[in-house]
């Protein structure tokens, strides 16, 4: 293709140079080349005998842009090119002044044969706008001054004939499309000289309440613009931004809006473009001004608080019932309804003020405390009878005023030593005091004894009038063995109006100090220490004394583990050992044996006879007995009754063998009955009797002797 398109660059631009020529042309295809599509390659290869070659230019003048050329061809060859770059414009070869572009035609024909390979242009489409060079094919503007924003394409057809243009010839056409670029040669134009906005009173501070927009016939960045308020008594209020994507101005509120005080606004606004082509500033000025008037719309608004906050003032220890202060709000509105006034309470919130609804005056409803809650804030309500649903909130802030009602009281618990070798007029410590009032009812603080005591004859008060004390010794040298702590009353008085005054004690211990001042013992360390025990020996004398509990406590529980023997008191001894059921002859059965004679022997004086059977044989006279009784035992007293018993014949045998249903071993004392008893032999041991201790031995004794005389 270079080698078709060389003759003809070499023609054109009278260059005989073929290898510069290629050269020119290889530099600028390779500018070119990125901005070819495939379809515009295929266009520059040879069909047939005629090949069109063409070259885009980029022209400048007073009055006219660089272009963008879309160039095709028809016929045999359809081509089309789309303008370089603006940052390659310097790299375009300028052929001629208004040169668009050119076509190149080529004859396979032998130009030396006649005037068959002559070749001559012409434009079959395109007039009256553009031109073409018969010899050359350079294409130019015709008309001066092309507008964009009044045509933006044309189609152009160039026709290329051979034989010098003489009938006979053969032809070939190609179609070159041809853009207009935008440059900025159009200013922004406001539609409308005069504009109306309505906007309501309630706008929100910051939204936008209308939109504006200037027209401009350019394109792209050509049609810029930036909005802007030049004058106008809302300029304040107002205030307008850019849209960049619809390139509207955006009107937003810049302060609240006020229907009673002002009703209306008035702005000037202008529209300026961004970018500005000097080469078109005889056509400006590039901006255009509008008035917009902004009507303001009646709203019916909540009440409106005289003050955007209050603040109030009240004495603790107030009675219930004592004024705050007062809040006022009105309707802004023309109609100017009554308001309501109430205080809005969280539910959790304790209710110390309460708000008559028609006047706004605040009362307390409890008693306040500084010193528990010194500050309160609440927020009263209004809303407009006709409209209960409108509300304004303001907040009222109530500072509670100082009562000098708490005296001054110590700033904290004190511990305070004196030395034993002290001297008179020596400070031991120092002392402050604090106030639960506020600072005008607190400080200055007065310490000072109490008159009405005695003088203390060991320590005395200083007021050292910086709201302080110091504590000082009157005498020298004190000693714990003798008395180890001191209490020492004192008062402590405000400045408040009135005074209130307090009283404490301090106590002051007496302690063992270095040479320097430096406490060494104190109290039961002391009291140790002189006693000549140290520390360890005290732990080890504890020990010692646990370790013997220890033992005490388990010698206790091995006792309480053992079987003791049976220990039994003189006093569980019993008169009859055994209980048993007598079934016998009834009553003078039951009068013929009296157990309880065993008890005494020397009770029985007297002879006792069966009512019911009258004695017939005289027994012994029982003085004659009587004599002998103090001397014998119960053994001997038995066997005189037993042989009285036996020797009288008129008493029948009242006495008589019974068998008794017993559960068990038997008893291995055997019975007293006097059957057995007449008895001779009996088998029984009462050795074991001596074994149950000392309440038996009486018994054992008994037995043991009836023992011996059956063995003897």
Request: with cysteine.
């Amino acid at each position: 293709m270079l080698e078709n398109c060389t003759p003809i660059l070499t023609k054109v631009m009278g260059l005989s140079n073929t290898s510069l020529l290629e050269k020119v042309l290889g530099l600028y295809l390779s500018l070119m080349i990125p901005q070819v599509t495939s379809t515009q390659q295929k266009a520059w290869t040879e069909s047939r005998r005629l090949t069109m070659c063409f070259m885009p230019k980029l022209l400048t003048d007073e009055q006219t842009s660089p272009l963008n050329l879309n160039l095709s061809s028809s016929s045999k060859c359809k081509t089309s090119m789309t303008m370089l770059p603006s940052s390659q414009m310097d790299h375009t070869l300028l052929l001629c002044p208004k040169c668009l572009t050119w076509v190149t035609a080529t004859d396979a024909d032998d130009p030396t044969y006649g005037n068959s390979a002559r070749v001559v242009y012409s434009i079959l489409q395109g007039q009256p706008y553009f031109s073409v060079d018969p010899k050359t094919g350079v294409i130019r503007t015709a008309l001066h001054n092309m507008d964009r924003e009044a045509r933006e394409h044309y189609s152009v057809v160039i026709q290329a004939k051979d034989m010098a243009g003489q009938v006979g010839g053969l032809s070939g056409s190609t179609t070159v499309n041809i853009t207009l670029t935008d440059v900025n040669d159009n200013p922004p134009r406001f539609p409308q000289k005069h504009y109306q906005l309505y906007v309501p009173e309630s706008a929100q501070v910051g939204s936008a309440v209308g939109k504006i927009k200037a027209n401009d016939a350019d394109t792209g960045s050509n049609a810029d613009m930036t909005y802007s308020i030049i004058n106008g008594d809302g300029i304040g209020i107002f205030s307008i931004s850019t849209d960049k994507e619809t390139r509207e101005g955006i009107l937003s509120l810049k302060k609240p809006l006020n229907y009673e005080k002002k009703k209306s606004y008035t702005l000037n606004i202008e529209g300026a473009n961004t970018h500005l082509d000097f080469r078109f500033s005889h056509l400006g000025p590039f901006k255009d001004a509008t008035m917009l008037k902004i009507i303001v719309g009646d709203v019916d608004e909540p009440p409106l608080f005289s003050m955007p906050s209050y603040v109030m003032e009240v004495y603790e220890n107030a009675k219930i019932g004592t004024v705050v202060g007062t809040v006022l709000a009105q309707d802004p509105d023309s109609a100017n309804s009554l308001v309501r006034y109430f205080i809005d309470y969280n539910a959790e919130d304790d209710r110390f003020f309460n708000i008559d609804a028609n006047t706004g005056t605040i009362k307390t409803t409890k008693v306040l405390d500084r010193e528990e809650t010194p500050w309160y804030n609440i927020t009263v309500a209004a809303s407009e009878n006709d409209n209960p649903g409108l509300l304004s909130h303001v907040t009222v802030g109530i500072r509670v005023l100082d009562v000098n009602d708490n005296p001054p009281e110590l700033a904290r618990e004190y511990d305070i030593v004196v030395c034993e070798n002290s001297k008179p007029g020596q400070v031991i410590h120092t002392i402050s005091a604090t106030d639960k009032d506020d600072f005008a009812n607190g400080p200055r603080f007065n310490f000072f004894l109490d008159e009405h005591l005695s003088v203390n004859p060991n320590f005395t008060l200083k007021d050292n009038e910086d709201n302080t004390a110091s504590i000082l010794t009157r005498r020298r040298r004190f000693s714990r063995t003798i008395q180890d702590v001191y209490y020492l009353p004192i008062m402590i008085s405000d400045g408040g109006i009135p005074s209130l005054s307090s009283s404490s004690t301090l106590t002051i211990r007496v302690c063992a100090c270095e040479r320097d001042g430096r406490v060494r013992t104190c109290h039961a360390e002391a009291f140790l220490s002189s006693a000549g025990l140290s520390t360890g020996a005290l732990i080890a004398i504890l020990l010692c004394v646990v370790i013997l509990l220890a033992i005490v406590v388990l010698f206790i529980t091995l006792r309480r583990s053992k079987k003791e023997p049976l220990i039994i008191s003189e006093e569980d001894v019993r008169e009859n050992v055994v209980t048993y059921d007598d079934e016998g002859g009834g009553e003078e059965d039951t009068e013929a044996f009296d157990i309880t004679a065993l008890r005494n022997p020397s009770a029985a004086e007297e002879l006792k006879y069966r009512r019911d059977i009258r004695p017939e044989v005289k027994l012994t006279p029982r003085h004659q007995t009587l004599a002998t009784l103090e001397s014998i035992d119960v053994q001997e007293f038995i066997k005189q009754r037993l042989a009285e018993a036996d020797l009288d014949p008129s008493v029948p045998p009242y006495d008589s063998l019974q068998t008794y249903a017993y559960e068990g071993q038997r008893s291995e004392a055997g019975s007293i009955s006097s059957l057995d008893s007449a008895t001779t032999q009996s088998d029984q041991d009462y050795q074991y009797l001596g074994d149950w201790g000392p309440e038996f031995k009486k018994l054992a004794e008994l037995y043991g002797e009836i023992e011996s005389e059956r063995t003897t």
